[in-house]
C-alpha cells in the first residue's frame, strides 16, 4: 500500500502515527486533539490507537502548552504540539520567543529542545477574523526557530517526520486551504530535508518564488504563462529557515527575472527577505528588479472579501509582464 | 464578622430559585425578580431561541459564515444583558449574540462577525456592547480597561464580562481577575459554564471544585448559579453589579448550563459525547420551566404569551429578510479603517486594487 491517493491532512496524520510508533519519546498535545481528532482532524485516531498518554487534550492556554512541552523536551521527550489556528499561536509567543527558540544558545548548547509547533495557517477557507493569519514572519523573525511549511501532500508527510526527528524546535506550518487536497503518493519515498528547496516546475524565463499556500498558485499561474508563450520556473522553498539561498539563487541565476510569491502581507516579511537575499546574491544576473505578489498590509479581511487578499494567477502574471522584458 | 472564605468562597450549591419542574425554592440569600422582571425576560428568551434557530437555519443556507449557538444557554445570554443599566458596558464573546440583542443592538449588525462581511458590525459606543471577542479571554483586560477608566473619571459604570468555561484557562483571564481585584475595578466576570470548550469536557479544563471558587485566590468573590433558571440569574447576576456599582469591586459569577448543540454548525459532537448526556438538559430547558412557573402563578395571559411570540416573529423575519440578500462589501473598506490616516503605502495598495477592479470590469 505504498501508493495512495490521500489528502494532506490525512498524510500529517500518517506521519504523526508512524512517528509515534517509531518512537515512545514523540507525545501530541494541544486543544481537542483527542477524541476530536482537532478540528482539522489532523490528530484523528491517534489517542485511540496509542492512549491518552501520548495523545491528549490540555486546559485550553496556548501559552501553556508551548511553556509544558519545553519542560516536556527538557526531560527527554518529543513533544508535537498543535496550535489550533495561526492567531490561536499569539497567547504562546512569549514562550516560543523566549524560550523555545532561545535555549540551546542561553544554555551553551546543553539543553535542546527536539519539540514541533504545528500551526495551521493562511486564509481561502472563508474564516472570521482570527483565522486566516499567516503569521510565518513572525516565527521566521526569531533566531533559533526552525520554521518549515509543506505545500505538497508528500511534503506534508516527509517534512513533519523530519520535523519530529530534528534536534532543534520546529514551527511547522500548514497551509489550511490545502488540507484537504489529495495527490497520489508513496510515503515511502525519501523527501528531501529541511533546509532544502526544491523546483517544482523548470522555465527558461523567470523565477516564481513561493512557499506554502502560494506553491499551487505559482505552479498555476506558470501553467497559464506557459500556454501564452513564457516559461516559468516555480521554486517551492519548503523550509523558510535555514533559507535554501543555492537552489533558489541557481533558480534566479538560470532564468534571470524573479518573482517572489507569498499569501501574507508582505511589508518587513519573508518575502521581502527573499528579495533582498536575492538582490545581493544575484544582482548581476538579474535583467529586472525582483518584484513581488503578496497579500496587502491589511489585517487578513473578512471571508466576503478574502479572495482581495489572497495572491492570484493573475496577479503573479502582471507581475512578471512587469519584468522589463523590452530591454531584453 | 464573616471570614474571607465565607465572604470569598461561592455557595455550596448554584443559586436556583426556580428548578427545573418550574418549582420556586426559597433561599437565604437571594430573593425571587419581581414578576415584571420575570414577563419581560421570559419575552426575551422566547426570543433569544428563535433568534438561535433562525441563526441556525441560515447557517445551513449558507446565509452565515458559521453560527456558535446560545440556544439552551439563552437565560445566561439574556440575564447579563437585563441586569445592566444603559451605561454599563458588556464585553461578549462570539457566543453571545443573543446577549448583544437584548441588549438592544441590531440583530443583522449583531451577525456581521458570523455572516462575514466585516469583523464586527455594530458601533460599540452606541449600546455600549465591545465588539464580539473570539481570542479566548482576551476581551476580560479590556473589560477591566473600561471598568478602572470610568472608576477614575467618577462614573458609575459597571462592566459585564463574558467568558466561557475553556477561557478561565487563558492566562489573560487570571490577569484580569487580579487586575480587577487590585483596583477594585468594577467588573462582573460572568462565566457560561455549558461544560464543553469544543470537545474537551470541564473535568479535563479544571480541577477546580467549581469555576466560581478561581475568585478567591484573587480576592474575588465568586458564586454560581443555575445556569438554566433565569429568576436564580437575575439575582445573582443582579447583586453582583449592585455590589460592584457600590465599590466593592470585581465578581465573578459561573452559570452552569449545558452546550445542546455542537461547538458550530462546523462541529460534529458525536466525536466526543454520547447523546445520553444531552438528554437530561433538554428536560432542564430555560423556557420550559420558567414558562411552568408564569403558569403555575397565573402570570402567562394569552396576551403576554402572544406578545412574546411577536418579538419572535419579529426577529426571525428581520433574520430572513436582512440575511437572505447578498451583502453589499466595498474593497475600499479593506484600506479605509486601518489608522486614523492612511500611509504612503495603503494608500498605493488601495490604488493597486481600485485600478485591478477596473481593468477587469472593463
Ligand atoms: C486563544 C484562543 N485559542 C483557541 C481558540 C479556538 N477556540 C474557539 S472556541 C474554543 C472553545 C471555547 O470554549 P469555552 O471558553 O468554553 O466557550 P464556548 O465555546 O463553550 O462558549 C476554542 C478552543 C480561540 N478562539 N482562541
Ligand atoms: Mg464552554
Known amino acids: 500500500m505504498t501508493h495512495m491517493k490521500i489528502s494532506m491532512a490525512q498524510a500529517l496524520n500518517q506521519a504523526l502515527r508512524d512517528a509515534m510508533q517509531a518512537d515512545d519519546s514523540v507525545v501530541m498535545f494541544g486543544e481537542d486533539v483527542g477524541a476530536l481528532g482537532g478540528v482539522f482532524r489532523i490528530t484523528d485516531g491517534l489517542t485511540a490507537e496509542f492512549g491518552e498518554n501520548r495523545c491528549f487534550d490540555t486546559p485550553l492556554a496556548e ?32 514562550q516560543v520567543v523566549s524560550h523555545v527558540a532561545k535555549m540551546r544558545n542561553r544554555t551553551r548548547g546543553r539543553v535542546a529542545l527536539p519539540m514541533v509547533i504545528r500551526i495551521p495557517y493562511g ?20 533566531p533559533g526557530l526552525t520554521v518549515v511549511t509543506p ?91 535555514p533559507f535554501d539561498d543555492e537552489t533558489v539563487c541557481a533558480a534566479v541565476r538560470r532564468t534571470g527575472r524573479a518573482v517572489v510569491v507569498a499569501e501574507a502581507t508582505g511589508f518587513a516579511s519573508v518575502s521581502s527577505e527573499i528579495v533582498a ?52 | 464578622m464573616t471570614t474571607v472564605e465565607e465572604r470569598l468562597l461561592p455557595s455550596a450549591e448554584p443559586v436556583c430559585l426556580i428548578d427545573q419542574n418550574g418549582v420556586p425554592r426559597d433561599h437565604s440569600s437571594y430573593r425571587l425578580p419581581t414578576k415584571a422582571a420575570l414577563l419581560d425576560g421570559y419575552a426575551q428568551l422566547v426570543r433569544g ?37 444603559e451605561g454599563d458596558w458588556l464585553f461578549p464573546t462570539y457566543r453571545d449574540s443573543v446577549s448583544i440583542v437584548s441588549r438592544g443592538v441590531d ?22 456592547v465591545a465588539p464580539q471577542s473570539t481570542p479566548l479571554a482576551t476581551q476580560l483586560p479590556h473589560a477591566v480597561g473600561v471598568a478602572h477608566a470610568a472608576r477614575l473619571k467618577g462614573e458609575d459604570t459597571v462592566v459585564m464580562a463574558l467568558v466561557g468555561d475553556g477561557g478561565t484557562s487563558e492566562g489573560d483571564f487570571h490577569e484580569a481577575l487580579n487586575f480587577a481585584a487590585v483596583f477594585h475595578a468594577p467588573v462582573v466576570f460572568f462565566v457560561q459554564n455549558n461544560e464543553y470548550a469544543i470537545s474537551v469536557p470541564l473535568a479535563k479544563q479544571s480541577a477546580a471544585p ?12 465568586g458564586e454560581r448559579a443555575d445556569g438554566n433558571d433565569l429568576a436564580g440569574l437575575l439575582a445573582v447576576l443582579g447583586q453582583a453589579v449592585e455590589k460592584a456599582r457600590a465599590g466593592e469591586g470585581p465578581q465573578l459569577i459561573e452559570a452552569h448550563t449545558y452546550r445542546v448543540q455542537a461547538h458550530t454548525n462546523a462541529d460534529d459532537a458525536t466525536r466526543y459525547r454520547e447523546d445520553d448526556e444531552v438528554t437530561p438538559w433538554l428536560d432542564r430547558d430555560p423556557i420550559q ?40 462589501v466595498d474593497p475600499a473598506d479593506l484600506f479605509a479603517y486601518l489608522y486614523a490616516e492612511q500611509t504612503q503605502q495603503t494608500r498605493e495598495q488601495a490604488a493597486f486594487l481600485r485600478d485591478e477592479l477596473a481593468r477587469e470590469e472593463a
Open chain 2, 210 to 221: 467549581s469555576l466560581a471558587h478561581k475568585g478567591i485566590g484573587y480576592g474575588v468573590p
Open chain 1, 123 to 142: 486564509g481561502g477557507i472563508g474564516g472570521v477574523e482570527h483565522h486566516s493569519d499567516s503569521s510565518e514572519s513572525y516565527y521566521a523573525h526569531t
Open chain 2, 49 to 85: 431561541r428563535r433568534f438561535n434557530d433562525q441563526a441556525s437555519a441560515l447557517v445551513r443556507q449558507g446565509r452565515l459564515a458559521v453560527y456558535p449557538s446560545s440556544f439552551g444557554q439563552e437565560a445566561c445570554q439574556v440575564a447579563a444583558s437585563m441586569v445592566l443599566r
Open chain 2, 289 to 328: 420551566r420558567l414558562t411552568t412557573y408564569l403558569e403555575h402563578e397565573g402570570w402567562l395571559s394569552s396576551e403576554v404569551k402572544e406578545n412574546a411570540e411577536a418579538q419572535a416573529v419579529q426577529v426571525s423575519a428581520q433574520l430572513r429578510e436582512g440575511l437572505m440578500p447578498e451583502p453589499e
Open chain 1, 151 to 241: 505545500a505538497t501532500v508528500a511534503d506534508a508527510y516527509g517534512l513533519l517526520r523530519k520535523a519530529i526527528e530534528f534536534p532543534d524546535p520546529v514551527v511547522f506550518m500548514e497551509p489550511k486551504k490545502l488540507y484537504w487536497a489529495k495527490e497520489e503518493v508513496d510515503l515511502t519515498e525519501e523527501q528531501p530535508g529541511i533546509g532544502t528547496a526544491v523546483v517544482r516546475r523548470e522555465g527558461a524565463d523567470a523565477t516564481l518564488i513561493a512557499y506554502g499556500p502560494a506553491v499551487p498558485v505559482a505552479l498555476e499561474a506558470a501553467e497559464v504563462a506557459a500556454a501564452e508563450g513564457r516559461q516559468l520556473t516555480v521554486v517551492d522553498l519548503r523550509s523558510v529557515v
Open chain 1, 63 to 94: 501559552a501553556g502548552i508551548v511553556g509544558v512541552a519545553v519542560g516536556m523536551a527538557m526531560n527527554g521527550m518529543r513533544p508535537v504540539v498543535e496550535m489550533q489556528f495561526d492567531a490561536f499561536g499569539y497567547p504562546a509567543f512569549e
Open chain 1, 277 to 328: 537575499r536575492v538582490t545581493e546574491k544575484c544582482f548581476h544576473s538579474l535583467a529586472a528588479p525582483v518584484r513581488r505578489v503578496t497579500a496587502f498590509d491589511i489585517p487578513f479581511p473578512p471571508p466576503k472579501l478574502e479572495k482581495y487578499q489572497l495572491p492570484s494567477v493573475d496577479r503573479i502574471l502582471d507581475a512578471v509582464d512587469d519584468l522589463q522584458w523590452e530591454d531584453s
Open chain 2, 107 to 128: 440583530p443583522i449588525e449583531t451577525l456581521t462577525l458570523l455572516r462575514g462581511d466585516w469583523h464586527s458590525g455594530y458601533d460599540p459606543y452606541e449600546h455600549k
